[in-house]
């Protein structure tokens, strides 16, 4: 039984795979890898959650991809449950997000779903978001006060199942 429950798995994760890489064609073109993983659990069994990465490790601005990947999103949310699998953490404010965002330097930033689908990126300022999380804007000053459509990031993941 234990080996039928990996095949399934086995055969679950292509076919997210295979719907990932045929709506994020134009992506995949761009330059970006698209990983689907199956996770487990702290026992090694699997869980019928997979995580989802997109990457390109040159780097990217919203603009390269919000074309392909908010109607990626809306198909993807008809078919699967987006699953929040990121924690809340007391000293770093609110971090329970549906998507991580890591800059090239390696720095995540966690975002809802909705964020995403409404394009708030194109509207959002790093200090707007700050208070958002539960930061304290006040160790910010107006430098860091830019859109987040400009900042360079490395890679996106979440979790579906």
């Known amino acids: 039984m234990r080996y039928l429950k990996t095949f399934e798995s086995k055969i679950e994760e292509d076919s997210i795979t295979?719907?990932?890489?045929?709506?994020?064609?134009?992506?995949?073109?761009?330059?970006?890898?698209?990983?689907?993983?199956?996770?487990?659990?702290?026992k090694g069994e699997l869980t019928?959650?997979?995580?989802?990465?997109?990457e390109k490790s040159s780097g990217f601005k919203w603009d390269d991809l919000k074309y392909d990947f908010v109607p990626f999103l809306e198909l993807l949310t008809m078919k699967y449950e987006i699953i929040n699998r990121n924690k809340v953490t007391p000293n770093k404010g609110n971090r329970a997000k549906d998507f991580k965002f890591v800059q090239k330097g390696y720095d995540s930033y966690y975002f809802k779903k909705e964020m995403i689908l409404n394009d708030e990126f194109e509207t959002t300022t790093w200090l707007e978001y700050v208070k958002e999380r539960g930061d304290n804007p006040g160790k910010y000053d107006e430098s860091d006060d830019a859109f987040l459509s400009t900042y360079q990031w490395r890679s996106i993941n979440f979790y579906i199942k």
């Open 48 to 54: 019928n959650e997979y995580e989802i990465f997109i």
């Open 18 to 42: 295979k719907f990932c890489e045929d709506n994020l064609a134009y992506l995949i073109d761009a330059g970006f890898d698209i990983i689907v993983t199956e996770n487990t659990n702290n």
